[in-house]
C-alpha cells in the first residue's frame, strides 16, 4: 500500500447483500461509503453530477461533492465503485472528464483518476462509455454480471409477455376482479364495457373475443423471431420452443448460424434492410445489447414491411431505445401499441421514465374502455425486473464484492 493512504476507496451506489461474508470483507479491508441518489421523480430522470443530492448526515451534498469530500488521493483514493440498479442512470451522465489522468486537465476536476474498477450487478453496461474507456483508460476495469441465472430468468420473464400478446391473461383478471361474476366478466372481455351498465349476458361469450376484433389464440405453432442469439437469445428459444410450442426463428448481428439447434436462422440483413419475409412472424422478441448499430433498430422501415401489425407482437427485453418511440409515426396519429396485436416490454426508452411506453391513442375515440384496459388488451409491461429474482440479487451481489477484493493490495 502506498504510503500515507490508510485504505484504498470504495463507493455503492446501491445496497449489496449485507448477508454476504464478502461484504464484511469489503468493510474490514476498504474504506467504503455509500451514496444514495435522492428518490424524487426528477433526481431520477434528469441526473445531474452537480445539483444531484445525497442526504448525508442531515447535509445535503451533490454526488460530486460527496466524492471530493469522502475520497482523497493521498489518503483512501477511490479505485471502484459498486453499481447497482440505481446506478446505471446516474452513471450514464457521468462526464468522461472525470476520468482522465492529467492533473492539468483544463476542465472538470478529474477526481475519478484513481478508479479502477465499475463492477456492476447486471449484464449490460452500456450506461458507460466503454470505447472511450478503452482508448482513454485502458487500466479502468468494467465488469458486468453474465451468469446462467440471468438468462433463466430473463427467459422466464420473456414467456409470460409471450404468453399474454396471445392469451391476454391479465386483460382478463384485470375485469374480473372489477367484481363482475365469470359470465359478466366474459361479456365485458368481448365487448370492452368497464362499467356494469349494458352487459350483454344474454349473448353468451365464449371468452374468444376481445374488442377491435382481437382474437384469443395459442402460441403453439406461432412463428416467433429471437433477435438476439448470445445467452439469453439461447435459452428464450429453448422456452418458447419447448416450453410453448412455437416455432422459432433467431438472428444473429454476426450471421452466424448453428446446424444443430432446432431453430431456424433468420438473415441479419433482412432485419437491417427489412422485406416482406418478415410477415411470416406471430412475434418478435428483442434480446439485443443497447449499442449505437442497435439503437431505433425497430423503427418506421421495419415496421412497414408487415401488411397487418394488428397480428404482430413485440417483446422488448433488451433496452428501451432499440424501438424507435419518439420517431415510429402513423398517418392517422395513433400509438405503435394500438397498432399491434401485443407490445409487451421489461425496458423503456427513457427508463425510468415509461411515458412514451404506456399510452394508449387510437386512431379512433373508443370510450368503452379505459386507458389501462386498452392497455392490457395490447400490451404487457414489467418495470425492468426481467432477472429480479433472489438468486439473482445474492449472485450478482457476491460477484460484485469479489471483484472488489481482487484489487486489495
Not at 469522502?70 to 472525470?98: D, M, R, S, T, W
Not at 374480473?176 to 366474459?186: A, M, N, P, V, W
Not at 365487448?191 to 395459442?218: C, M, R, V
Not at 406461432?222 to 419447448?242: D, N, S, T, Y
Amino acid at each position: 500500500m502506498a504510503n500515507n493512504i490508510d485504505k484504498y476507496g470504495v463507493l455503492f451506489i446501491a445496497e449489496p447483500d449485507y448477508s454476504s461474508p464478502y461484504y464484511q470483507q469489503v468493510l474490514d479491508n476498504f474504506d467504503c461509503k455509500f451514496f444514495n441518489f435522492e428518490e424524487s421523480k426528477v433526481s431520477r430522470t434528469n441526473a445531474n453530477y452537480n445539483t444531484d443530492t445525497n442526504t448525508n448526515g442531515g447535509k445535503i451534498v451533490s454526488f460530486i461533492e460527496f466524492i471530493k469530500k469522502n475520497f482523497k488521493h493521498n489518503v483512501n483514493p477511490l479505485i471502484a465503485i459498486y453499481c447497482g440498479y440505481q446506478a446505471f442512470y446516474p452513471i450514464n451522465k457521468l462526464p468522461n472528464e472525470l476520468l482522465i489522468k492529467d492533473e492539468d486537465v483544463n476542465s472538470t476536476p478529474n477526481i475519478l483518476a484513481d478508479l479502477k474498477l465499475l463492477v456492476f450487478c447486471s449484464k449490460g453496461v452500456n450506461s458507460v462509455d466503454t470505447e472511450w474507456i478503452k482508448t482513454h483508460r485502458p487500466d479502468l476495469k468494467i465488469v458486468n454480471f453474465d451468469h446462467d441465472a440471468i438468462a433463466n430468468d430473463v427467459a422466464d420473464c420473456c414467456l409470460w409477455h409471450v404468453l399474454e400478446s396471445f392469451r391476454k391473461f391479465s386483460y382478463q383478471q384485470s375485469i374480473l376482479l372489477q367484481g363482475f361474476d365469470t359470465i359478466e366478466t366474459r361479456s365485458i372481455v368481448r365487448d370492452g364495457y368497464t362499467t356494469a351498465n349494458n352487459i350483454d349476458t344474454k349473448n353468451f361469450a365464449f371468452g374468444h373475443e376481445l374488442p377491435q376484433g382481437i382474437k384469443i389464440e395459442s402460441p403453439s405453432g406461432k412463428k416467433v423471431l429471437v433477435l438476439g442469439f448470445g445467452r439469453i437469445g439461447k435459452k428464450v428459444c429453448q422456452k418458447l420452443k419447448f416450453g410453448l410450442d412455437m416455432k422459432v426463428f433467431y438472428s444473429t448481428r454476426s450471421n452466424k448460424k448453428y446446424d444443430q439447434l432446432p431453430y431456424e436462422c433468420y438473415p441479419w440483413e433482412n432485419i437491417l434492410e427489412p422485406d416482406e419475409s418478415l410477415n411470416q412472424f406471430n412475434c418478435i422478441v428483442i434480446c439485443l445489447p443497447g449499442t449505437s448499430t442497435t439503437k431505433n433498430l425497430i423503427n418506421n422501415k421495419f415496421l412497414q414491411k408487415f401488411k397487418d401489425l394488428s397480428k404482430l407482437s413485440i417483446i422488448n427485453l433488451g433496452r428501451g431505445f432499440i424501438v424507435d418511440f419518439p420517431g415510429i409515426t402513423f398517418q392517422d396519429g395513433a400509438t405503435l401499441i394500438s397498432k399491434l396485436r401485443s407490445f409487451g416490454t421489461d425496458v423503456y426508452y427513457d427508463e425510468p421514465n415509461t411515458e412514451r411506453e404506456i399510452c394508449f391513442k387510437n386512431k379512433e375515440n373508443d370510450n368503452s374502455m379505459d386507458k389501462n384496459s386498452l392497455l392490457l388488451s395490447h400490451g404487457s409491461f414489467t418495470p425492468h425486473i426481467a432477472s429480479s429474482t433472489d438468486t439473482v440479487y445474492q449472485y450478482s451481489s457476491e460477484h460484485s464484492l469479489k471483484e472488489i477484493l481482487s484489487l486489495m493490495p
